[in-house]
């Protein structure tokens, strides 16, 4: 079946780097997703990556696709506090549709 | 801001009544995605409208049902309400409606939280 599984809590210092980490189980993804959700708000796209690539990077954020492992890696540099956050992994379910499945979300805590 | 917009932002009833949420997506959009955020089930896909037409159905519940209107807002009713209805619903917006390009990213509203007591 279609799962997406995500560490739950990560505590970084600020200034360091962050590295939220995603498993998923549908080969057939053609796009996956990282959401971001701060407290009371709603859900951030904060970038997205194709599946026949290995890396996209955008600012602060690099993501790495490893298609065989069916593993997905958000890293976000020089962490700071308002980085601070829930981030979703995602991806698109099978069957030619365009919902999305998501993760249980990892929770981001930077400290000084 | 993604430019989707819902209302209201929050929503206090009772069991067994019924509520409409309400969401406009992005300016073009002709896709639009309801989801249910709640603490035990996670974020799940609730149902998608393409324009004006039901495209796919995810986990919702038969008290639930949706509509996308010729303007193209959509609306999410809830009838018969539950303890366990209390969530999160977040209504997304994409161009496209299939997944297989970056017109299919899903951009979401700010949600409406729904408390049932």
């Known amino acids: 079946g279609e799962d997406v599984e995500q560490s739950l809590f990560l505590s970084v210092r600020e200034g360091d780097s962050s590295v939220i980490n995603c498993t998923y189980t549908?080969?057939?993804?053609?796009?996956l997703y990282w959401y971001k959700q701060e407290p009371g708000a709603g859900l951030q796209l904060l970038t997205y990556?194709?599946?026949?690539?290995d890396m996209k990077q955008d600012q602060r954020l690099t993501v790495l696709l490893n298609k065989k492992d069916k593993h997905l890696s958000l890293r976000i540099a020089d962490t700071q506090t308002g980085d601070s956050a829930i981030y979703f992994c995602a991806e698109r379910g099978s069957g030619g549709y365009n919902k999305l499945i998501f993760g249980a979300g990892t929770r981001l805590a930077v400290h000084p | 801001d993604s430019g989707v917009t819902q209302t209201p932002k929050h929503l206090i009833t009772a069991t067994g009544q019924r509520v409409t949420l309400r969401c406009s997506p992005r300016s073009g959009d002709l896709s639009v995605y309801w989801y249910q955020q709640s603490l035990d089930q996670g974020l799940q896909f609730l149902i998608q409208y393409y324009n004006g037409e039901e495209r796919a159905k995810g986990n919702i519940l038969e008290r639930f049902s949706a509509q996308q209107f010729p303007d193209l807002h959509s609306e999410l009713n809830l009838s018969s309400l539950e303890l366990g209805d209390s969530a999160l619903y977040f209504c997304?917006?994409?161009?496209?409606?299939?997944?297989?390009?970056?017109?299919?990213?899903?951009?979401f509203g700010p949600g409406t939280r729904l408390t049932v007591l």
């Open positions: 549908d080969s057939s993804s053609t796009y």
């Open positions: 997304a917006s994409s161009v496209g409606r299939s997944g297989g390009s970056p017109t299919d990213t899903q951009y």
């Open positions: 990556i194709f599946s026949n690539m």
